[in-house]
């Protein structure tokens, strides 16, 4: 990923990860039906609040891991599963284009509001559709642009890192997913658009399945 919207990135969340804001654009864990002893992943997990409630519903037998860039974030969430002694945690520092997690070992993986981040969001879906079991699922927030972003926006570390300007379209976001494996994605929540930036957006979450025919029923492999 390009080093200055990593760093980006890094200084705007770091920056808000002792705040209260609210950084969802949708209601993906409302949505995820995690059952106990699922292995399940939550991509951009922030101060780790996702993280907590999947942990509380896979129970002993189930494990979570929240990926993140952000140090502070990352910090924060560690420290959220310390005072209520979670122990079915993990919290791993990555970019999302290589996710440190193995190859079809995931039940459930969920974002909010991250994926639009990515510089090479084409990667992005390659991996999570590596590290999704046969029958695994993905129940995704995130926000496509009404027209593509405009050249003198799409690399401003800010604008990438405020959420926006790293947006696609949402006919190369469905040919992403398509590309990357998934078919019969549902939309689960589509907003009307919004400005945001310097552009109009929608806040979607979808839902998909690697191979929706195969039972993912199995949990931790590594
Ligand atoms: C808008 S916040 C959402 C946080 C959380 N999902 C929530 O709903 O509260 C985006 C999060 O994704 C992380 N992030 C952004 N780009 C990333 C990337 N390329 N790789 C890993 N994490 C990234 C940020 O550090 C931040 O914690």
Redesign the pocket.
């Known amino acids: 990923?390009d080093t200055q919207?990593?760093s980006a990135?890094?200084v705007?969340?770091?920056e808000?990860?002792e705040s209260s804001c609210?950084?969802?654009?949708g209601g993906?864990i409302n949505h995820s039906k995690a059952s106990a002893g699922e292995v399940c992943v939550?991509?951009?997990?922030?101060?780790g609040?996702?993280v907590l409630r999947l942990a509380e519903t896979v129970g002993p037998e189930g494990f979570v891991y929240g990926?993140?860039?952000?140090d502070?974030?990352?910090q924060k969430a560690q420290k959220n599963a310390q005072k209520l002694e979670v122990t079915n945690v993990e919290f791993r520092?990555?970019?999302?284009?290589q996710l440190p997690l193995d190859r079809d070992s995931v039940n459930l993986l969920i974002?909010?509001?991250?994926?639009n981040?990515?510089?090479d969001k084409q990667q992005?879906w390659n991996e999570v559709y590596r590290v999704l079991l046969d029958g695994g699922r993905f129940v995704v927030?995130d926000i496509y642009s009404l027209q593509p972003v405009p050249d003198e926006y799409r690399d401003d570390p800010v604008a990438v890192?405020e959420?926006w300007a790293?947006s696609v379209t949402r006919d190369v976001y469905a040919a992403q997913l398509e590309q990357a494996g998934f078919t019969d994605v549902t939309i689960l929540e589509e907003s009307d658009a919004y400005e945001k930036g310097a552009i109009e957006v929608v806040s979607w979450t979808i839902l998909g399945y690697k191979n929706p025919k195969v039972c993912s029923c199995h949990s931790k492999s590594t």
Request: hydrophobic share 35%.
């Open positions: 990923m919207i990593t990135i890094n705007r969340y770091s808000l990860a609210c950084l969802s654009c993906a939550d991509l951009g997990s922030g101060r609040h996702d990926v993140d860039i952000s502070g974030m990352l520092k990555s970019d999302l284009e974002s909010n509001c991250t994926i981040h990515a510089k992005v927030s890192a959420c790293g």
